[in-house]
């Protein structure tokens, strides 16, 4: 069982210098939960990878693929139509179709990809029971450290984040 | 004064003329947004109510207009055999002009780092995405055949027929649904966060659950903020082509035919323009009315309605020379035919809205020329009504005049708009005003997860 200690700052500097000596502490950080994207903080936390792009590239290149391939089987092979000599397979004219559904497909493998990776929708989770985690929503910067479950160790690191101006800390098992 | 001395001052940085310092403060930020639609007893919806009830109004005068296209036909409208498309298509193509600025201040706005677009881009995308189901009405009930409209998607049927993938006609069938689609999605995502602000926020049982259950359970941990901002630039990404498309499609719809006027190269470049142009003049309006509203001079300053005037005033001169560059077609290639358009144009029985047409999209807005124009608000607001009766006027003459000056003068026939055209016009600016009242009151009109990041560099600067 690992203790996780919550640390809420108000601020993002405070929250910031926190997160710089913890880590450089030697103690690891487990996440973080901000009001806003805060980029600085990633590097200090376990890697971060999201696939989006790539999916969405392969999603809309592949739906661009099949609408083309629709208008290419309908128009050259299932129903030929001359109309005024013109080419039935009239590429020009059969991009428009492909290029939005591609980008609308694109849009919703992006969207899925999102909730994959951040493993949403979960609408309980243990962390809303915390007493002021809502805040993270709002305006303060919550800290999440793994500390020495007992003894000196903890205390130190408790001892550390309140000089910094940690307005909470809260002590969570996991 | 305050404000406007405040936006003009010299040495502002670029992130200070955005807030005023009384909104530097994320609760401060939070409460102002959240406030109105989490503590609604403390506001006062009188205002509200009766644009509601007026709009509900209109509406209904809408819905009775479709009813009775659907039984008794177009003909109820002044469209004849000669000027086939009136007031519907004209409403169409203006309403998705209007619905392609949101993602445009949205979309571009955050790809090329205009941190302005904080405050503005949620209402924006709000705007875009009711005027684009607005305009995809439109095609709709003109079809005369409205039941058949599922013919413009290829499924297999015993008549083994496809849609015709060559025409300009079903291009805009999939530009529209794609783009409401994903306006619906890049909106949303955008709002993901707030929903989780606004969970949090909520004292009372039902509101958090809604919220709640909208938040998706949304906690601000680094892999979510990770995921969701290259997502959020990604769509951007895609967004601007699929925008610029959206309305190229729809200048193809006249530029690929053969009537005089409609045979211009010039047309998409030009739609798209125009739309950016209605659009922002649309978003201005709305802006001072949120920012009367709720109260949110602090957030949408002085400063906002000076930038958006610029881009007016550049979008405006555009549309002076794409005026001009029609004419000089017309009298450069010699047809006769174009060349009595042109002069149909400017002398013909639609001359007075022509000149009305010019004077509101061209000449007006040249007044954003200075500085003491572009911030007075009121100024701003009333040159952008103006504009957008232009666009209005712009948009119904391109159907008007190239329809009713064909190239047989037997065919020459005018356009006499008839009640049910009026009702078509006004009844859905009346079902605009009903969703996005709606929207005002459910939904979080300014992004508070994007003006906290504004604010916070702000303090860091």
Redesign the interface.
Known sequence: MTCLLLAQFSDRAHFLTAARRMHDAGHRLRDAFTPFPVEEILDLLPQHRSHSRVVMFVAGIGMAAIAYGLEYFSAVTNYPYNSGGRPLDAWPAFMLVPFATGILVAAVAGFTTLLVETGLPRLHHPLFAVDGFERASQDHFILAIEAPPIGEGKHRVVGMLRDIGAARIQEIER | MTMVAVAGREGASEVERWTLPSARD??TV?ALIAAPLLERGSWSWRVWWTAFVVSVALTTVFLIMIFMVFTRGIGIWGVNTTVVWGFAIADYVWWIGIGNAGTLISAMLLLMRQKWRASTNRFAEAMTLFAATIAGIFPIIHMGRPLYWYWLT?YPNTM???????SAL??DF??I???I??SI??WY?GLI?DF??M???ARTKAPRAIY??LA????????????????HI??AC?GV??VV??HS?VGMDFAASLMPGWQETIFPPYFVVGAMYSGFAMVVCLAALVRWGFRMESLITVAHFDVIAKVMLTAAIVMGVSYATEWFNAWYGGDPTDRKLVAFEFTGAYAPMFWTMLACNVAIPQAFWFSAVRQRISAVFLISVLINIGMWFERILIIWNTLSHDYTPSMWRLFIPTFWDWVTTFGSLGLFAVMYLVFVRLIPVVSM??V??LI?EER?S
């Open positions: 994320f609760e939070n290829p083994h027929l496809w849609p015709q993938w060559r079903i291009w999939w530009a649904l794609s783009y689609l994903f999605l890049f995502v966060p989780a602000t969970r949090d926020r709640g259950a998706l359970g949304w906690r601000g941990a680094a892999q979510h903020w990770y995921v969701y901002e290259r997502l990604a769509l895609l082509p699929l498309s959206l499609v997860h994007e906290r990041r916070a860091s």
